[in-house]
């Protein structure tokens, strides 16, 4: 991973200002989804495709291409809007999220959208996924990285701490998680549905190699990645301090809008502030 | 008389007819194919021997993935596994894998159609001392109804071992139901195998069969018992060995109520959902006969000896005998 240039970073914050408007647009439209998380991971998901993945949004198929694995699938908006901008599909297509005959359905689903790595959308699952393909390419000698995005609240389901255990004991080093730790959940804040609490500590005592950041940082999470990749005995999670609905005031940090979309009103709003942005 | 097309085993009407378990033909089929082909990897939750899956283990442990006691964990990265060009068996006791894990399997190996082949051992009442938490009864509905998956029950460990190899290369997800006890050889080497094909195992010495008896699992010697019990009294039957029970063999399935006007399926596992219920599924629109069904009633099983609970449960071959004097009875 290459450091980042000031003049990369702020090609990094267009490009993610851009995404985060056809999040709010392609959302408006379908009438329904998740807006909080998506606006949230913009960032992340715009330094991944813009500058840390190994992948051809032209031959979005290659062999050897490093795996991206969306394991909270109802973020997906942010996955659509981000491979659209990168060249995967044209962005006229956003507008199609949720609706019957879509290639973009509500929960990612490769067999509709087959530049998908998984079909996902049930918690916990597209974790034990990604162990799964690091596992092959730990015995199997191959280089690819696999990445996966977990929610924070998806540390509730049983299934992710097996994965987590799996992943320490088989010292799965290609795999690197990223957390969206943005402490909501669609009930409310995560530490009062289920406390969470120092999900850092949790993982390192599981045998991971471990990170915290500001999510909204490109060179922060960047170096992160970049040391992650220097660890060769151990996978890696960077937890990844975030503000759901991040990028319009109004929205930030409030737990109703993750599960929900915004009307005509609101969708101007928003728009015009990341408008105000460029 | 079986059916010598089938170069079925001659020594099935025997006392001393050969017993292996259908668990241990999966783990010598499992090793053949981890042999053959390096893309197989094994991946189980801690009962690496009760499933035999350790014959594989020793012989290729770096392609064996021991992921303790965590089914839901075994499906979901399985499914990575196949994403990434590999054909993963996981393996568990049928109640866990696919009981425990079931969404897994159905949004991570079916809805990502990957090539998981997922193998449940210790299914049906035959698990015996276990008791009913042990016991999985409900296995077949529960894979059945999901889309893209092929569901089979093989008869005998001959059968167990062919299905392994052969659903090791298809694209499929499918479920390989076993059980633990030893049970009689009913097929030999030199039987055809094919998934999704019914075969025809016992048929009438001459003539038109009265009752045709379609069972699954090892549970079809006591069906083969039962028709040749019932030849002594008169009564001609064909009986089917489903072992494939999804998807369906159609075409055997209507020819065999065609002939026979009469139908009764038994199955080790309950009747709701189970193999009796897809044959139902399919005759009630396609061409409607009488059906009765031997298999569990809606209840859960107990401890007890696999004959003391066949008998208990209705599962046994004066059962099996009475629901085809019943169903004779209702034909038009």
Known sequence: METLTDEKIKELKLTANNIRKSIIEMLYEAGSGHTGGALGMADIFTLLYFHTLKHDPKNPLWANRDRLILSNGHICPVLYATMAEAGYFPKEELKTLRKFGTRLQGHPHREYMPWLETSSGPLGEGFSQAVGMAIVEKIYGETKNIYAILSDGEHDEGNTWEAIMLAGKEKLSKLIVIVDRNHIQISGNTERVMPLGNLKEKYKTFGWNTFEVNGHDFWEVNNAIYLAHRNKISPSVIIANTIPGKGVKEWENDYHWHGKAPNKEEAEMALGELDGRL | ?332
Request: proline share 5%; charged share 20%.
């Open chain 2, 1 to 332: 008389m079986l059916n010598q097309n089938l170069k079925l085993n001659t020594k099935i009407f025997n006392d001393s007819v050969e017993k292996v378990s259908t668990r241990q033909g999966f783990g010598e089929g499992l090793l053949k194919v981890g042999g053959d082909d390096e893309n197989i990897v094994a991946l189980c939750a801690d009962l690496t021997e009760s499933t035999k899956t350790n014959l594989f283990a020793e012989k290729f442990p770096e392609r064996f993935i021991q992921v303790g006691v965590a089914e839901q964990n075994l499906a979901s990265t399985a499914s990575g596994m196949a994403a990434m060009g590999k054909i993963p068996f996981i393996t568990s006791y049928g109640i866990f894998n696919p009981g425990r894990n079931w969404e897994q399997i159905r949004t991570t190996i079916c809805y990502n159609n990957q090539p998981v082949k997922i193998i449940g051992s210790h299914a049906g009442l035959s698990v015996g001392a276990d008791g009913g938490s042990h016991q999985a009864l409900e296995d077949i509905a529960i894979t059945r109804v999901i889309p893209n998956m092929v569901v089979i029950s093989p008869c005998d460990a001959i059968e167990a071992k062919k299905a392994t190899i052969a659903c090791a290369f298809t694209k499929d997800p499918t479920y390989i139901r076993l059980a633990r006890n030893n049970t009689p050889i009913i097929t030999t080497e030199d039987t055809p195998f094919e998934i999704g094909k019914a075969q025809i195992v016992f048929v009438p010495e001459i003539g038109l069969a009265h009752v045709g008896i379609i069972a699954t699992g090892p549970i079809l010697y006591k069906a083969i018992m039962s028709a040749r019990e019932l030849e002594k009294k008169g009564i001609k039957v064909k009986v089917m060995n489903l072992s494939t029970v999804k998807p369906l063999d159609e075409n055997a399935v209507i020819a065999l109520a065609k002939e026979t006007k009469a139908i009764v399926t038994v199955e080790d596992h309950q009747i709701a959902g189970g193999m009796g219920s897809a044959v139902a599924e399919y005759l009630s629109q396609n061409y409607i006969v009488p059906i009765e069904f031997v298999g569990v009633h809606d209840k859960f099983g107990q401890s007890g000896t696999p004959e003391e609970l066949e008998k208990h449960y209705g599962l046994d071959i004066p059962n099996i005998i009475e629901k085809v004097e019943k169903v004779i009875k209702r034909k038009v």
